[in-house]
């Protein structure tokens, strides 16, 4: 018989029924939207981030070893100790070596030309490939530093012959494009000049092979810069930054086995022989506020969503309850309790809004993709996991719709709406 009821009554007021349906639809569709961008957008975003620099750098273990005097910083071993260029490849040999988008190493020194003016020359990859056990890797900074702006060409990695030089230190010393340029009697042919890049602005940029050379640092690399795509900061990985070993067995585990960026260069240490890697904090900080942010926005939108469907199905309910209250009062002269008439309506609702949210999660992955074209220039992936939760976002609108309108049900007198006494 109820059932009967609740058929009736679906297929009886359909306009009604559409009403509450578009509602909890266009309610359903928005949380569904956002939550596919929200975990689909996070690795995108993260990505676009990682062309913005590194944010990790691995330093020789005595180079990492500094202390503060006043106001200055003090390395004793600056420049005294370099990585083993012949290690590099052991990075992409930790856990998390997916998440290894680039890195580049550097060879930094001071270099004389033939009129006895210093120079500072920088040797690090361009476009380098490492022979990996399963695959080529290309890195170096051109990957790493996308946004490097060259006027004439890029260097190949074992040139020996040409470089490049910074705009800053082309404008300082009056270079032009193809012009040579001679250090430690060697001659060199400036292919091109770096625009956009702090840290290259006033040096001359070669390949590392020819750095060792001119440096007499054959294999030998001063640091590596590398970028990793990482997850937000959290109080767990927050605590690790501060000691690892304060850590227990079950949250170490957990930290090591999360791309945190802490735990990614735990693990490039545990890897490089004699490298300490450090995480570049303002880098990995302003990634995870980043993020965080777009996520909080994301659930205050479901949250504004959720009250706003919830007070358009409360007023259809109590507009339903109204037209209906000779059924009502029919019900309860019968015998049936306020419980079981609130039942009828509320199971009424719930099928209403199981089939509008079923819709409005299929909706909202087509919107989701559309947004994230428009406004991040990528696509997401389906994540299915959001079609159970916008389903029951959904029921969770009918329930809580359905509640404000339940004293009306228990209101009605029999007497006063079958007699339509007042």
């Not at 975990?39 to 620099?53: M, Q, S, T, V, W």
């Not at 100790?81 to 052991?90: K, N, R």
């Not at 209250?325 to 309790?337: P, W």
Request: hydrophobic share 45%; net charge negative.
């Amino acid at each position: 018989m109820e059932f009967k009821i609740i058929k009736s009554a679906i297929l009886g007021n359909k306009t009604q029924k559409l009403l509450a349906f578009f509602t909890i639809f266009l309610a359903s569709m928005l949380v569904s939207s956002m939550l596919n961008i929200t975990l689909g957008i996070g690795d995108k975003l993260a990505k676009e981030l990682r062309n913005y620099g590194s944010n990790i750098i691995v330093l020789p273990r005595g180079e990492s070893l500094n202390f503060d005097i006043g106001t200055d910083e003090f390395k004793p071993l600056r420049n005294e100790v370099y990585l083993d260029e012949a290690y590099i490849s052991s990075i992409k040999n930790i856990f998390w070596r997916n998440n290894i988008v680039s890195f580049a190493p550097f060879l930094e020194g001071k270099a004389m030309s033939k009129d006895r003016v210093e120079f500072d020359i920088m040797g690090t990859y361009f476009d380098k490939k490492i022979a990996l056990e399963d695959e080529d890797f290309f890195t170096g900074v051109k990957t790493l530093y996308p946004f490097w702006k060259v006027e004439g060409d890029w260097i190949e990695d074992d040139s020996t012959n040409s470089v490049l030089i910074g705009e800053g230190l082309a404008k300082e010393r009056e270079l032009k494009l193809y012009d040579t340029i001679t250090i430690n009697e060697k001659i060199l042919k400036i292919n091109g000049i770096v625009y956009e890049s702090e840290n290259a602005d006033r040096k001359v940029i070669m390949s590392l092979k020819l750095a060792n050379e001119l440096l007499n640092k054959s294999g030998k690399i001063s640091w590596i810069e590398v970028s990793a795509l990482t997850i937000p900061e959290d109080d767990l990985s927050v605590k690790a930054r501060r000691n690892v070993d304060a850590l227990n067995a079950i949250e170490h585990d957990k930290w090591y086995c999360s791309a945190y960026v802490g735990s990614i260069a735990y693990q490039i240490e545990e890897e490089y022989k004699d490298a300490s890697a450090k995480v570049l904090m303002k880098t990995s900080e302003g990634e995870s506020q980043i993020v965080k942010k777009i996520q909080s926005l994301m659930g205050i939108v479901s949250i504004l969503a959720l009250i706003a469907a919830s007070i358009g199905i409360s007023s259809l309910m109590a507009s339903e309850i109204h037209r209906r209250k000779k059924e009502i009062g029919l019900l309860k002269a019968l015998g049936a309790d306020n419980l079981s008439i609130y039942l009828l309506f509320l199971f009424e609702s719930l099928i209403v809004a199981f089939f509008a949210g079923i819709t409005g999660a299929l909706f909202g992955y087509a919107v989701s993709m559309l947004m994230a074209f428009l406004i991040f220039s990528h696509s997401v992936a389906i994540s299915w996991i959001i079609m159970p939760i916008t389903i029951s976002f959904a029921l969770l609108i009918a329930v809580i719709g359905s509640l404000m309108p339940i004293k009306n049900v228990i209101n009605l007198l029999p007497a006063e709406v079958l007699y339509e006494r007042k």
